[in-house]
């Protein structure tokens, strides 16, 4: 239970200590929802940055093994590769750390890329993403995670 609250907090603090180098012209808000996915289903967050990157960020919990995850992303967004006829389609890509707690524990980098339909009409968006990494602490093996979530903003 300690290691749970200590993965609860780092992401608390890591997304306040965040908005402070947010860029303040960004006129964007956050954005709170869930993810779907694996190794374990959450909390999903988005806090722009700029108008072309954001922190994403992920609590969540894997019921089968009992772990708490946490998943911090930095990523880029390139628009206009696809089109649809309301709303916004961005290609993202980025790099970030990931950390379980729970009957066993990792620590690790890992990459991501992922589709974000944005709607036009609603303050919502609708993503799906990878993340394949590595874990390095306390061995070192292969990582990897995959989500389908939706976040409100406001």
């Avoid at 995850?69 to 930095?74: E, G, L, P, S």
């Avoid at 970030?96 to 707690?101: P, S």
Wanted: net charge negative; with cysteine.
């Amino acid at each position: 239970m300690k290691k749970s609250r200590v993965m609860a907090a780092l992401l608390f603090f890591g997304f306040c200590s965040a908005g402070a180098l947010a860029d303040p012209m960004a006129a964007q808000n956050i954005g709170l929802g869930f993810v779907f996915g694996y190794p374990s289903d959450g909390i999903s967050l988005k806090l722009p940055m700029s108008p072309n990157t954001s922190l994403n960020g992920i609590l969540g919990y894997d019921l089968q093994h009992g772990d708490m995850d946490t998943r911090f992303d930095y990523v880029w967004y390139q628009n206009g590769l696809f089109t649809v006829p309301k709303g916004d389609l961005p290609l993202y890509y980025g790099a970030g750390v990931h950390a379980d707690a729970g009957k066993h524990y990792d620590i690790g980098v890992h990459g991501v890329v992922g589709v974000e339909y944005q709607v036009s009409s609603a303050p919502l968006d609708f993503f799906f993403e990878v993340a394949p990494g590595i874990n390095l602490i306390p061995n070192t093996d292969l990582y990897f995670s995959a989500g389908l979530g939706a976040r409100f903003f406001f």
